[in-house]
């Protein structure tokens, strides 16, 4: 029962910040990797509650209108196609040589983050979900596509500062984006794991009730008043969270699933 309670509250929490701003994979992944899942099971397995708390979230910003779906189907292909081409990697292959990249794209995710704060609490272009998506931001987000498939963590970080310090959108509208494109993506990269059979549907359960809280609770709260200044503090906050625990010798959980 304990176990349970405890999933269920990682749902919770990982469904919202993934929908609120991102790394809701940090408080999952361990603690499926805690409860003795194998690495290639536990990453498969965290798929269902992201993918849970994203559809909530994509009905939640439907409800408010706050989609832009033209700028979104014409991300969608190249996001997809590389999504699909990262989980492949991550069921087949084994992954020691990016264990690095890791490290350095929370480095960099935090720098970029804390430079020029006020290009993420600007309003935006309203016109540029209007027009067609630029050749650097379909390279740009097709690469954090692949990334989203191979091991998602911190991937809807990678996202927001494609969309808004390429694709000159306002943070609230680009969490909307972001959640539209993680959320076809995880369906495309939860195919290939559970055709390989590495989901763990017992602890998945519990993780999906609760994330599809968190994606209602984190979609209310980008929708909300000062929505901006929320998401830029929790990504700050998860970010700074992760790169300390790196400072202090705790092993990431993008780690222990290089080590398959």
């Given at each position: 029962m304990g176990t349970w309670?405890?999933?269920l509250g990682a749902g919770i929490l990982c469904g919202f910040l993934n929908a609120a701003a991102s790394s809701g994979s940090a408080i999952s992944l361990p603690l499926?990797?805690?409860l003795g899942l194998p690495p290639a099971i536990a990453n498969g397995t965290n798929r269902l509650p992201v993918l849970v708390g994203m559809a909530t979230a994509i009905w939640r910003f439907q409800q408010s209108?706050?989609?832009?779906?033209?700028l979104c189907l014409r991300?969608?292909?190249?996001?997809?196609?590389s999504a699909l081409v990262g989980a492949l990697l991550a069921a087949m292959l084994p992954m020691g040589q990016i264990r690095v990249l890791v490290h350095i794209a929370v480095v960099l995710a935090l720098v970029l983050l804390?430079?020029?704060?006020?290009?993420?609490?600007?309003?935006?272009?309203?016109?540029?979900?209007?027009?067609?998506?630029?050749?650097?931001?379909?390279?740009?987000?097709?690469g954090v596509g692949l990334w989203t498939g191979l091991i998602v963590l911190d991937s809807g970080t990678y996202l927001l500062m494609s969309l808004v310090l390429v694709g000159g959108l306002a943070l609230q509208q680009a969490s909307a984006v972001k959640a539209v494109l993680i959320g076809a993506a995880t369906v495309v990269s939860l195919a290939v794991f559970i055709h390989s059979g590495q989901v763990a549907w017992g602890a998945a359960l519990p993780l999906m009730l609760g994330s599809a809280?968190?994606?209602?609770?984190?979609a209310s709260l980008a929708l909300g008043t000062n929505a901006r200044l929320w998401i830029y503090r929790l990504l700050i906050g998860a970010l700074a969270l992760e790169l300390g625990a790196m400072v202090l010798g705790w092993q990431h959980p993008a780690m222990r699933m290089m080590q398959i």
């Open positions: 309670i405890a999933l499926l990797l805690a209108k706050a989609i832009p779906w033209r991300l969608l292909p190249g996001f997809l196609v804390m430079l020029k704060p006020q290009r993420w609490l600007r309003d935006g272009d309203p016109e540029s979900s209007q027009r067609n998506p630029s050749l650097a931001l379909l390279v740009i987000t097709a809280l968190g994606g209602w609770l984190g």
